[in-house]
């Protein structure tokens, strides 16, 4: 597993169990590996597609459900920073976070 993920998932994982202690287990984690699929199934990369899914809802578990992808996004960049991804995916990442709000889900 790349350095830069185990970082970012021991800035994360506190933050979660304190929101729910399943919330990781039971939503984030299938996600994460839903992801990992999705990466190679378009031949993407697989740490972005990870971040992505392991921060999508870190705005829920700090703030609340309100505004969580633009919350989150924001939260996002610092966790990348810190975690040592560059800028470029640290934005990409990032905008991916900000643009979930569950619509899309909706609409299907």
Known sequence: MDSKIVKLERKVMGAYDRFDCHFYEGHILPVRNFSTVLAQDLENNNLICDSAALLHDIGIALYGVNEHNINGAEEAERLLMLAGFNNDNVCLIARTI???????????
């Open 98 to 108: 900000k643009n979930h709000n569950g619509a899309c889900l909706r609409l299907a």
